[in-house]
């Protein structure tokens, strides 16, 4: 079995390519041919919680098996399995792989979501999570101007900073959620945040919305109020959103949301579900994190790494 590091995982996934696979995770998704176990969680009264997921793509299975504590941290490892013959394969440091695969996830619904030519981001968060939101918005639009706020003015600091000389563009530090948000084309939340970080009339019309933060029930970042106008609103899996998903269970029961207009991202793909938009259309995508991007990016990486060490794919 290989043992495959972070920075291999940083090495072989670009963001473009991640998008890639993305897109084929939920095809396959959507055709049948992938199976997709929604996280579990085991809570500890020390605060210590082990989550765990699993799915299969292609000739591949694995699971995704990761614990954190709120004061200590968090800790991912993956491991991938051969579905003919349940054989390992590879074992993965897979903080890395979970940042590029999240950031990819809502780079594929904003390619499909968002109208073609936005060019204007606002990002509230700037953590572990932020840096590879921000590059799938690149990696899919022509991103020309980013604003970012988050609670710590040195960290913001920092990330713009970083963010301006890695990505060629215009990205500053702003004092308020309201001045990253207003007049943002694409708005991006990527924080630990238990209640709304924004305000539903900063949110311009025609603007698309990735919540890419919480995935607890009792937690959320979008307001209630932004959802009855929004012409689409994708989630990564319903399953899923019905158990965790904070955002959209604290803005409408779930046995309501037949009323909204809500699809999963396979349906888009699939083009079960309308994915071109006017310019006047809000659309939001509530990312949760599913086990089955996991995998598709892992089976990549492993396959990229077998040809570097000049193996036979299997």
Avoid at 213 to 238: K, L, Q, T
Wanted: glycine letters at 8%.
């Amino acid at each position: 079995m290989l043992f495959l590091t972070e920075e291999d995982v940083k090495r072989l996934l670009p963001m473009k390519e991640a998008v890639r696979l993305m897109r084929t995770a939920f095809e396959a998704l959507g055709a049948g041919d992938a199976i997709n176990q929604p996280r579990r969680r085991l809570v500890l009264p020390t605060g210590s919680i082990l989550h765990q997921m699993a799915a299969s793509w292609r000739g591949y299975f694995g699971t995704k098996i990761y614990s954190t504590h709120v004061k200590h941290g968090a800790h991912f490892i993956f491991i991938l399995y051969d579905a003919m013959t349940a054989r390992p394969l590879a074992q993965f440091d897979a903080n890395f792989l979970g940042q590029i695969r999240t950031g990819a996830a809502s780079g594929l619904a904003t390619d499909l979501l968002a109208v073609p030519d936005a060019s204007t981001v606002g990002l509230i968060g700037s953590g572990f999570q932020a840096w590879t939101q921000l590059e799938a918005m690149i990696a899919v639009r022509p991103i020309r101007s980013v604003k970012v706020f988050s609670r710590s003015p040195e960290k913001r600091n920092s990330f713009a900073e970083g963010a301006k000389e890695s990505f060629g563009i215009d990205v500053r530090a702003v004092n308020s959620a309201e001045e990253a948000v207003r007049d943002a084309e694409i708005i991006l939340t990527v924080t630990y945040a238990k209640d709304p970080v924004f305000d539903a009339a900063w949110v311009r019309k025609g603007a698309h919305i990735n919540a890419a933060g919480a995935n607890a029930p009792n937690r959320r970042e979008v307001p209630a109020e932004v959802f009855p106008r929004a012409r689409c609103i994708a989630v990564d899996s319903a399953e899923q959103a019905r158990i965790e998903g904070g955002d959209l269970l604290l803005a409408r029961p779930a046995a309501e949301w037949s009323e909204w207009p809500l699809c999963e991202l396979a349906d888009l793909v699939s083009g079960k579900a309308k994915s071109a938009k006017s310019s006047g259309d809000l659309t939001i995508f509530k990312s949760l994190g599913l086990a089955v991007e996991d995998v598709a990016a892992a089976a990549y990486v492993y396959e990229q790494f077998q040809g570097e060490l000049g193996w036979v794919k299997k």
